[in-house]
């Protein structure tokens, strides 16, 4: 079993920034990969950003150039730095990692992001 919790969500005006953080109750060195979702209302949830554990990443094209996944397996954490954030990048954002042997899927709880306009 797998504990992630996520942190940092909230309000900011279009163009600003947020730094979303993901802790694991695990090794996060151990899991095959990392991943951002969003889920905005009345949408279907997508993947936003990925991590490979050897560090490879992946963004959905929308976000590509405005964020940015990393890790730190020294803290267990990973993190979505959000810049030049847009009124539709509104959703609640969920952390999700992918390990073991039968590649089991964990979640997180969300954390909500709201762009005002």
């Known amino acids: 079993q797998v504990l992630l919790v996520e942190s940092g969500g909230g309000l900011v005006q279009a163009g600003g920034s947020l730094r979303l953080s993901c802790l694991a109750s695990g090794s996060i060195d151990k899991f095959n990969s990392m991943a951002w979702y969003r889920q905005a209302p009345g949408k279907q949830r997508e993947l936003v950003a990925n991590?490979?554990?050897?560090?490879?990443?992946d963004y959905t094209n929308s976000v590509k150039g405005r964020f940015a996944i990393s890790r730190d397996n020294d803290k267990n954490t990973v993190y979505l730095k959000m810049n030049s954030l847009k009124p539709e990048d509104t959703a609640v954002y969920y952390c999700s990692v992918m390990t073991g042997p039968l590649l089991s899927v964990y979640w997180g709880q969300g954390t909500q992001v709201i762009v005002s306009a």
């Open positions: 991590v490979t554990n050897s560090g490879t990443t």
